[in-house]
């Protein structure tokens, strides 16, 4: 598995996050999508992002990260926008590799949101298989733009 230094910048600082990404060996079709394979994707990093997405996002997120409510950026009878869709068809992709591994280590309470902080649970190899499942899942023209945002 390859390791990569991805430099991301957060509050206009730069900063070096170590993310295993990709393993560049040629996969099998077991439980991949053509998507997957097209993208390099690690299948023990997508199997391990799928099975903590399932067991810590998906009773807010919905099990393959489509939403759980219809009207997700109308804010609720709180004033707080509910959790969004992560499957591509919200605003994930908008968001840079920093930006998602800070909300997701973070949570959002802190800002004014309802995502609780996932730090004291979640290493930062494991945030980054959420990332990693959680993209694989966009369509590829999605994929293609958040990419482009990721390196630029």
């Known amino acids: 598995m390859a390791v990569q230094l991805l430099e991301v910048k957060k509050m206009g600082k730069s900063m070096s996050l170590k993310m295993i990404v990709i393993s560049f060996a040629l996969m099998t079709m077991s439980g991949i999508t053509?998507?997957?394979?097209h993208r390099n994707y690690d299948s023990s990093m997508l199997d391990a992002g799928k099975q903590l997405f399932q067991a810590h996002c998906a009773v807010c997120h919905g099990v393959l990260a489509e939403g759980t409510v219809e009207n997700w950026h109308l804010r609720d009878e709180n004033g707080k926008f509910p959790p969004p869709p992560l499957n591509g068809t919200a605003h994930t992709?908008?968001?840079?590799?920093?930006s998602l591994f800070n909300t997701i280590k973070n949570g959002t309470i802190s800002i004014g949101g309802n995502m609780p902080s996932w730090k004291?649970?979640?290493s930062d190899d494991e945030v980054f298989s959420v990332i990693i499942w959680l993209s694989s899942l966009w369509p590829e023209a999605i994929y293609q733009a958040w990419m482009e945002r990721n390196n630029s």
């Open 93 to 98: 992709w908008h968001h840079s590799v920093g």
């Open 34 to 37: 053509m998507a997957d394979q």
């Open 120 to 122: 004291d649970r979640l």
